[in-house]
Structure formats: structure tokens, C-alpha cells
């Protein structure tokens, strides 16, 4: 059975910084592309930041770019999402999620963790 698990949540005032960790467990990432995605409330949930398990390539949404770094732990099998200079406009459930490539759809989800910021 397929798991994704966020952890790392929690309340940080503007221009802090917190450190998601997502532990994914159940089948072999390593053709993966796992994301980062969030929700905040009355919104749609929009795209963070990605990475291909094999290669390591990285991608992110202009509104996190520069302020956020997405990594993998090949040995933990975690994908991090390191959050710099937070705003109260970062504020949402973040989410992680697993696809095979980037033309599918994610097809696994994590249960999402919370992150406020406040100013």
C-alpha cells in the first residue's frame, strides 16, 4: 500500500522559515516525480514545486521560487520541501503527491500538514 506522509507543519511569523518532510512508503519512487502542492482556504489547491526522483530536476511555481528548495533523500525515501522567508500569503495545507511522469496525473496523495504564517 502506497503512502505518502507529511510532516514538518506548524506556526512561523513572516520571514521565518520550517522545513516539510514527506516519507514516502509502499513502492519504488525512483521513476517517480513527486510534487508539492497547496491548498489555502476558499482557493484552489495550486502547484508548489517538484522533483524527478532518478535525475533530481527541480521545478517551481514564480510565487515560492527563490524562497523555496525542494529535495530527496535517496536513503530515507523523503522529499523535502525547505521554506525560506515565509509570507502570510503561504499560508495553506501543503500537500504531497507522486506521479509517474509529467504527462500523467499525480495518483497519490498525501494526507496534507498545516503551515501558517503570521505577519
Known amino acids: 500500500q502506497v503512502q505518502l506522509i507529511e510532516s514538518g507543519g506548524g506556526l512561523v511569523q513572516a520571514g521565518g522559515s520550517l522545513r516539510l518532510s514527506c516519507a514516502a512508503s509502499?513502492?519504488?519512487?525512483?521513476?517517480?516525480?513527486l510534487g508539492w502542492f497547496r491548498q489555502a482556504p476558499g482557493k484552489e489547491r495550486e502547484f508548489v514545486a517538484r522533483i524527478t526522483w532518478s535525475t533530481g530536476s527541480t521545478n517551481y511555481a514564480d510565487s515560492v521560487k527563490g524562497r523555496f528548495v525542494i529535495s530527496r533523500d535517496n536513503g530515507k525515501n523523503t522529499v523535502d520541501l525547505q521554506m525560506n522567508s515565509l509570507k502570510p500569503e503561504d499560508t495553506a495545507v501543503y500537500y504531497c503527491?507522486?506521479?509517474?511522469?509529467?504527462?500523467?496525473?499525480?495518483?497519490?496523495w498525501g494526507q496534507g500538514t498545516q503551515v501558517t504564517v503570521s505577519s
Open positions: 509502499g513502492r519504488t519512487f525512483s521513476n517517480y516525480m
Open positions: 503527491a507522486a506521479r509517474r511522469s509529467v504527462s500523467a496525473r499525480y495518483e497519490y
